[in-house]
């Protein structure tokens, strides 16, 4: 039964596009998520919630790159009509929620974690690097995400009308390229927080071994 379940999850890394990169970078990032899955529990069981924290937090940044690598291959396809809005304004959905998760966890709890195992001085260089990215990304953008995720995903606003009107309003194409740039930026923050992983555990260790 396990070795099926595993077998099932394994099918989520399959993606049909006419784009062999995409293929590729989709069934990777889907197997780096699922891999994790032993590690997260390991960590609960040696009673390391911290280090739990750090491969959620890397997770949630591969389902970003997952949702976005598919939404970015149907805008790249769809050249007009109902379904290029619609992915569209996912790409806003997707970029709203993940610039907010990620800043949430870099400002408070990423550094709180860094600084309990003494691994901040080594590493806030690039912390700072990762979150000053992350704020030129947000610039001008959060307003007007927030307002494509409350009102033509989340269906917030009673008025059709008004919700049609911000449809056609939406430009797709800058979508697409705010949607490569958070892109870009995911594979930053996933590489230093596997990096602020192995720090930790590399901490731990040396902290059992000493003792």
């Known amino acids: 039964m396990v070795s099926r379940m595993v ?3 394994r099918r989520l890394g399959r993606y049909d596009s006419d784009d062999p990169t995409t293929q590729k970078n989709i069934h990777t990032a889907v197997d780096l998520l699922l891999d994790l899955d032993p590690h997260r529990a390991l960590a609960r069981v040696q ?3 911290d280090v739990d924290r750090l491969y959620n937090m890397i997770q949630f940044t591969l389902l970003w790159q997952v949702d976005l690598l598919c939404l970015l291959d149907e805008l790249r396809v769809r050249r007009s009509g109902w379904k290029r809005k619609l992915f569209g304004r996912h790409v806003a959905l997707v970029g709203y929620e993940a610039m907010k998760d990620s800043k949430a966890f870099l ?4 550094r709180e974690i860094l600084t309990g195992y003494g691994r901040l001085d080594e590493l806030e260089g690039r912390l700072r690097s990762v979150h000053s ?3 030129r990304l947000r610039k001008g953008q959060e307003e007007k995400l927030g307002d494509l995720r409350n009102y033509t ?3 917030r606003d009673e008025d059709a009308a008004a919700q049609l009107d911000r449809l056609r309003k939406l430009d797709t194409k800058a979508m697409a390229r705010f949607g490569e740039e ?4 995911l594979t930053q923050l996933y590489n230093f927080l596997s990096d602020s992983v192995q720090a ?5 260790e040396t902290r059992r071994s000493a003792s």
């Open 182 to 185: 958070l892109l870009a930026w």
């Open 107 to 110: 400002d408070f709890q990423l």
């Open 200 to 204: 930790i555990t590399a901490e731990i």
């Open 7 to 9: 077998s099932d999850d």
């Open 133 to 135: 990215s992350l704020e």
């Open 47 to 49: 009673g390391h919630p």
């Open 153 to 155: 995903v989340a269906h």
